[in-house]
DNA sequence: ACATCATAAACCGATTCGGTCAATTAATGT
DNA sequence: ACATTAATTGACCGAATCGGTTTATGATGT
């Protein structure tokens, strides 16, 4: 593991990415090593020199995975916005931060979250336990927000329910897109949330 | 092939499922024989005796799928339907009962219209260049949909944007729901159409 | 009783797996 | 210039798994 932190951190990057990205898509049993390492453009003895093993490897991950949204987004996250649509784009605009270093980190841990192989299931549970479950879902979003804007005919829940969908269906969108959409399709998510204040408060 | 088709309708159903869901989660590549096989509760002999070869299963699979939903969801479609909320949730409704004759179908054929392996992609391309991606994305629901009834102040644009993400977060939670979530989760969505017609119609 | 068929276990050669190691190359100190 | 050390990889290991075939078994109809 020394080996690895001691290398320059853009190869560092590299490499990490590449390991999220395929662990990610594919999950722990269908991801090999020589996956990750041709990916990255370094050799599968490498990898093995920097992580030890392959359950070495995704444990790291994992860990740093949860340090990362737990710093970088729960504890940046400003308590005094009680405007939801505000709270949904403050944590919006961490997510994306987030993922400029690391795009691959929402897949990854999503797909950790529900892992299932024998060899690393374990270690994960008590990795998330330790966690609330903060570093998924939206919970710190809604908790303590401000539903009382709304129109008296609105349902907050379904409210809550059609933001779930709609912050799902834009991630999944951010994931897949060029570096140049990200600050377009942020501007339109933007809009949209200022839509939504428009036509749904009193 | 007659092998299969001469199996009791149930039971090809079940391995069509399984082989759906694997083919779609993991790829082709990454897809055994054997995963689909486990799944579907039968031996990995029998797969290649009803199929003859992983590839033939595959492109069995894309052309059914592309079949299906052309039959159940592009020719069933209504274009005498012109309100925008209400061809959504029309077009939900047909996918939604295509979906519970084989809840995999939507995730397979996204994942066969990228699929990259050199032994299928040049025949998969051909497949769905005869059906000019209607099978794929939501196309259909705008075409020819009334933007008219729009507040001045909404961008339509916006407003397919927004639409686009909350079905596809919304198909995506569909997709790993049980069976009784099937209505309750049908319901919702077609309460927040209901909502997005009180609040941006004018 | 025999021929037919569905089925799966055992098997095939080939490939890929996680992981190691020797050997080559690059960097470093003197 | 050379010796030493560290970084890097291609080749390699046994084991597992791959796509696909063969064989053995048992049920069925005649």
Redesign the interface.
């Known amino acids: 593991m020394e080996k690895f932190l001691s290398l320059p951190v853009k190869k560092q990057n590299l490499i990490i990415d590449a390991a999220l990205k395929s662990f990610g898509t594919?999950?722990y049993k269908?991801t090999s090593i020589s996956d990750i390492a041709s990916a990255a453009g370094i050799s599968k003895a490498m990898v093995f020199h920097y992580f030890g093993t392959k359950k070495e490897l995704y444990i790291y991950l994992v860990n740093t995975c949860v340090d990362s949204i737990s710093t970088e987004v729960v504890e940046k996250f400003d308590d005094s916005i009680t405007d939801l649509f505000d709270r949904i784009l403050y944590t919006s605009k961490l997510k994306i931060a987030l993922m400029e270093k690391h795009p691959n980190v929402p897949s990854f841990i999503q797909s950790a979250y529900f892992e299932n192989a024998d060899e690393v299931k374990e270690e994960i549970r008590t990795i998330f336990s330790k966690d609330d479950g903060k570093t998924m879902g939206q919970e710190i979003t809604f908790d303590g927000a401000d539903f009382s804007k709304f129109?008296d005919?609105?349902?907050p829940n379904?409210?809550m329910?059609?933001i779930?969908?709609?912050?799902?269906?834009?991630m999944?969108?951010m994931a897949d897109a060029e570096e140049t959409d990200f600050d377009e399709l942020y501007s339109?998510f933007e809009?949209?949330m200022q839509?939504f204040k428009?036509?749904?408060y009193k």
Do not use: H
């Not at 779930?164 to 834009?170: C, F, R, V």
């Open positions: 594919n999950g269908k129109k005919d609105i349902d379904l409210v329910n059609m779930d969908w709609i912050s799902e269906g834009y999944s969108k339109v809009e949209c839509l428009r036509n749904f």
